[in-house]
């Protein structure tokens, strides 16, 4: 018994099924998400890193306004250096946020772009907050 059937499928788009996401131009994540979308798999990395790249700008614009808080001010309260730790020591724990995140959201079926935007979200909150608070007083 054979079974002869004709499939046409995007051999490149295939091979570069091997890739990680993030080595992928967004162009090529959203196919991988289309192509998977439409024969019933799983695109949920690829979801988390396409919507990783598209609030990107909305992101940086958070980490702008949040180290405003450590440029402006008086130093008489604290030194620079203790300044640039706190920053970078923020900085880097957004980042490992952001990342558990969208682990979680491959883990335990949360909505990827929530598991995304809820970061940037706390994080663009906080800062305008703090900036306005500082301003104010």
């Known amino acids: 018994?054979?079974?002869?059937?004709?499939?046409?499928?995007?051999?490149?788009?295939?091979?570069?099924?091997?890739k990680e996401p993030e080595e992928l131009t967004t162009w090529n994540i959203i196919k991988h998400i289309r192509f998977l979308s439409d024969n019933k798999l799983s695109s949920g990395i690829f979801e988390v890193e396409l919507y990783k790249r598209l609030i990107k700008p909305i992101t940086l614009m958070a980490m702008i306004l949040l180290?405003?808080?450590?440029?402006?001010?008086s130093t008489r309260e604290v030194t620079l250096g203790r300044k640039i730790f706190f920053g970078m020591s923020l900085g880097l724990s957004f980042e490992m946020i952001s990342?558990?995140?969208?682990?979680?959201?491959?883990?335990?079926?949360?909505?990827?772009?929530?598991?995304?935007?809820?970061?940037?979200?706390?994080?663009?909150?906080?800062?305008?907050?703090?900036?306005?608070?500082?301003?104010?007083s």
């Open 1 to 18: 018994n054979s079974y002869n059937k004709t499939v046409s499928f995007d051999q490149d788009l295939i091979n570069s099924l091997k």
């Open 67 to 73: 180290a405003m808080l450590f440029v402006f001010g």
């Open 99 to 136: 990342r558990i995140a969208g682990a979680m959201a491959l883990g335990l079926d949360f909505n990827p772009l929530m598991s995304t935007v809820l970061p940037t979200t706390v994080v663009m909150v906080i800062a305008i907050t703090l900036l306005i608070r500082k301003s104010v």
